[in-house]
């Protein structure tokens, strides 16, 4: 077995207790081994990663994006979604190619292991090319080819499902295991009502996972009410759309019949606060979906509408809107945010992650402690939700592979994702014009 | 002349534009010199900053804070405003000693350099502290007392209001003109009617502008609408609170008569965001606010309620929140924020500063903009809001001097300035047990 400690630092454990502690990785494994504070892991191992002054917490869970995305970063703010998608993005992504792809791909994940993100649900196009990033970058992801109907017709639509399809069986549990699929229609209203009936059975069949964005706007709930006579969630259960295993992104205007739903499939909801709010979407209701017992995980959503793709900044944003969605201060506590974005968004994705315990995957960042904004430290819980950011992520270790020591990338080169990143995103919105 | 060249860099002008030029400092008078790109200036100057692969901006301005409760930061989250004040703020604050403000200063002033922030607005206590920090770190700040009624006799009332003015005549225009005063009644509902009847006037005379928190929560507006049949800044305006150089911070609660005496009054208004949504005060109505004419600066208010000094997260929840506010995604854009930090925040705190033009104040920061979560480069102005932390900042400079160079602060030593708030802020909470 050869082995990594990660020494001198403190430790935040899966209660949010924190203490001194060192940590022997497995790293043929990629598993925690053993967790004490008795000082006699670090000698025994094969490498060491220095904690001191540092506290190590759970790699970050980033459980909605559309990582390519980066490269529309800041390319067209401070408009509705819909202007904003038939405007500025789709007529873009109309010219993507599997290159624009790789190269946002990188980019987006260079960015987020910098941050403290180890696993990430991604739902794009040029699938294959994401699931090579994941690969080479070393970090765990649940990807999905994201298939759509309108504006298509009917062979098209169905090539894309199928494709759809393709991808997820393909791809499942390949990299090691660190990348398994989805299946990801839309949304409940960029698909029409047949697709679901012939296509979420054969995904549950292939035991793929769903997930689709659903209630992000109230345009996307009115249609559904009208058409049905039904919430979108009383309609995607009727469709089996509502499972264990399904995690729907967004989830802004749902109401109290969809809550009790939800908490009855055991379906989970992943809250992307930045993007509700940049693209003035609404207030999830965080607190009642917490209070009725569904499980809520925390996503970025893609960098288009955010516009970084830090979980630092989005565990600030869900605890700050979560307030003001109740008109109560104490709604959506940190204690809760910081479960969002590990315990829950692992659960959520279904890796064994999300907490540093023997015997989890080895996925965790360590922090530097030793700064003026995380100054004096009364609570460090408090800071990880309302004070910390991704740059004072120090290191950051996936399936017991070093991705990041002392602020260096391990696995992908800063300068050359940058440049690649730029030309791709220059090229492609030349084409585009 | 004593210059300072700050070359290499592109430059953020007053009307947004960004190109490359140098920029050349007369460091007697802390004044920029001249603004060009002919590559001459840099020849000429006695020292250089490197502003290679950075972008100058505005020295960003902080309208609103408590910068010693710094010393609070994390020590108590997720808790309404009024349990908040009364079970952990105030019995703290009861506490409190010039040592502490002046540790907790120190910290929250080195936090703002590091971060680009050059010029603040503070109402606290002990605030001669404050303006000895603020002359020592070389930074430009509008100083006030807060002065309170509530929970006091009438003597001590007195004797509060007495010690706000003579604070504020006595240091105004120190610190080489660097440290300027305010008359600081801390509200509507916390002052007396009789107190600002006799001292609104005096502080008038003095030419002593008054800034005080004004429609932060729903429960500062209803017991004057109670007592008074008016909103609570017709009251205000009845006192002759209301004039040019007045500045209300927070402004949540404000109905449309009110957005029209405030425009009519050239009364400014601080918007705090963050602290708004995490003591769910409520969403203030920015685009509103513009729309009639009004002038909106912004401020991060103290750590206790935020839980950083960074005015980079403070724009980006600006421009987050006002989205919401108005259910429209262009509403309060990148332009209208950027402007609120540096040109707005600089008029209504009365400084000649908040642009990068011949004449103007020298204060000014640099950001590093060869970083993973700053590429592509399609806008730099959305970036400045969306996608830019404070961790960005490589040089900050006021009054023509060098505050931070390459991350190292100059005037005040980080390690120490840790160390001493840290000491000082588990010595104050051990006493107030």
Known sequence: MNTLAVTGGQVLFP???????????NTDAGTIEEVGSNGELAGTADDHLDAAGGLVIPGLVNAHTHVAMTLFRGAADDKPLDAWLQEDIWPVEAELTGEDVRAGARLGIAEMIRSGTTAIADM????????AVVEEACIRARLGHGCITVGKDEEAAHEDFEAGLEFAKEHNDTANGRVKTLFTPHSLTTVDRQFYEEYIP????????????????????EPLVDEYGKRPLEYADDLGILTEETFLAHGVHVDETERELLAERGTSVVHCPASNMKLASGMAPIQKLHDAGVT???????????????????MRDAAMIGK??????????????????TKAGAETLGFDSGRIEEGANADLAVLDLDSLHLTPQHD?????????RGSDVRHTVCDGQVLMEDRELTTLSADDVMAEGSKHATELFARAE
């Open 380 to 388: 460090l819980v408090s800071h990880l939700v309302y004070a910390a």
């Open 324 to 341: 003001l969605a109740e008109n109560d201060a104490s709604a959506v506590p940190a204690d809760a945010v910081l479960e969002m974005a």
């Open 15 to 25: 209660d949010h207790s924190v203490a001194e502690a060192d940590i022997l990785i």
């Open 202 to 221: 054969e995904a549950h069949d292939a035991g793929i996972p769903v997930h689709i964005h659903a209630n992000e706007t109230t345009q996307e709930v």
């Open 296 to 314: 809520v995980a925390l996503g970025t959503d893609g960098a288009g509408s955010n516009n970084d793709l830090d979980m630092f900044d989005e």
């Open 124 to 131: 794009y196009f040029f699938m294959p090319e994401v699931a």
